[in-house]
């Protein structure tokens, strides 16, 4: 309960929250004294940004309650990936000898980048 919202992620989450919140709260403020004024037009904005204050409420809540991947999902996708390096690997191999010099430096280029570590997600622990 404490990583869901003491990590830095959910932190910075609250942040933009209260952020956005505030100018929701500054645009109602602006637009109702604009339609107090005598613009019609501005009684229609002071309903809208409300509505956008409540639907990034909701898009924080989606935020923090992503369903966490299991470690079998983990394994499973593991698996999966190293499949189908195992199937490029063959199909490189199988077509190396005709490949250009060029496309055969980008290919290489391309299987060190699948290598390298992935980028954490919003949703993977």
């Avoid at 942040?15 to 645009?27: D, E, K, R």
């Avoid at 989606?62 to 996708?77: C, P, S, W």
């Avoid at 593991?78 to 060029?102: G, L, N, S």
């Avoid at 980048?113 to 954490?120: D, F, I």
Wanted: with cysteine; glycine share 6%.
């Amino acid at each position: 309960m404490r990583a869901k919202y003491f990590s830095r992620r959910a932190i910075g989450l609250h942040f933009a929250l209260l952020l956005w919140i505030a100018m929701c709260a500054s645009a109602v403020w602006w637009q109702v004294g604009r339609a107090v004024e005598g613009n019609s037009l501005s009684f229609l904005y002071s309903i809208e940004w409300p509505v956008f204050g409540v639907l990034g409420v909701l898009g924080w809540y989606a935020l923090l309650n992503l369903e966490q991947v299991t470690v079998d999902q983990q394994m499973v996708r593991r698996e999966y990936e190293e499949k189908m390096r195992a199937q490029a690997v063959t199909a490189r191999d199988v077509t190396r000898a005709d490949e250009d010099p060029t496309l055969a430096a980008y290919n290489d280029h391309l299987a060190r980048l699948s290598h390298l570590p992935k980028k954490r997600l919003w949703g993977h622990g």
